[in-house]
């Protein structure tokens, strides 16, 4: 099984920061997630999983990881008030079980699909042979779900406000064809602190380009 070396991080000097008075500004919210719904053309990506045996929801997650690693913003983490930038980011999603209840998981990122999907195989297999809702502390992770049933024009999270988390959560819908094209819908949210509307959109062009690509 695909075990990477821990990832490493380095503390950002926030008082030099550019974005110092924006991350203060916002880390001080209840709230501080902003997020979008978007409609992701996936016709390239899903022929590609298919044609070779893998699964669309795991290469998918792969592809949003990819694109994470190359936007700095989505690296970022907040810890005990402070702001640390990861060098890379693994996965940390929903499972589901026979029983119709999920598990959450842990999938590390490698550049390498194979190592990725070897990984993530494994975490999936212990998931849906184990019970509860135990859940990595790692926090250079994207939360992840998926709601295959529902092509949804947005979406919201439960949240616990008492917990301090900067961690991005994509949820993926259901996939339609239309023209011959396949799309779904994708949600993103971010912590607004660390992720304005420039890296969100700058990291949806680089997941659409992933996509894109055979």
């Not at 999603?93 to 195989?121: M, N």
């Not at 494994?122 to 849906?128: A, D």
């Amino acid at each position: 099984m695909y075990l990477p070396p821990p990832a490493t991080k380095t503390k950002l000097d926030v008082s030099n920061w550019a974005r110092k008075e924006h991350f203060e500004f916002f880390h001080s919210f209840e709230e501080p997630y902003h997020g979008v719904t978007v409609r992701v053309d996936c016709t390239s990506a899903y022929q590609f999983a298919k044609s070779r045996g893998i699964s669309f929801f795991l290469y998918c997650i792969y592809q949003t990881l990819a694109a994470s690693q190359q936007i700095e913003a989505f690296r970022y983490r907040i810890e005990q008030d402070g702001v640390f930038l990861y060098d890379r980011i693994d996965g940390g999603s929903v499972i589901d079980r026979a029983d119709g209840t999920f598990g959450y998981g842990y999938l590390p990122y490698s550049e390498k699909l194979e190592e990725f999907l070897d990984g993530a195989q494994h975490e999936i297999k212990r998931i849906r042979n184990t019970a509860g809702l135990p859940r990595t502390t790692a926090n250079n992770i994207i939360r992840y779900s998926s709601l295959p049933w529902i092509d949804f024009t947005s979406l919201s999270h439960a949240r616990a406000f008492s917990r301090g988390d900067s961690c991005p959560r994509i949820t993926f819908g259901k996939m339609t064809e239309h023209s011959g094209r396949r799309t779904m819908p994708l949600s993103i949210h971010v912590n607004h602190a660390l992720v304005d509307g420039l890296q969100l959109g700058q990291y949806l062009e680089r997941l659409q380009q992933l996509m894109d690509v055979q």
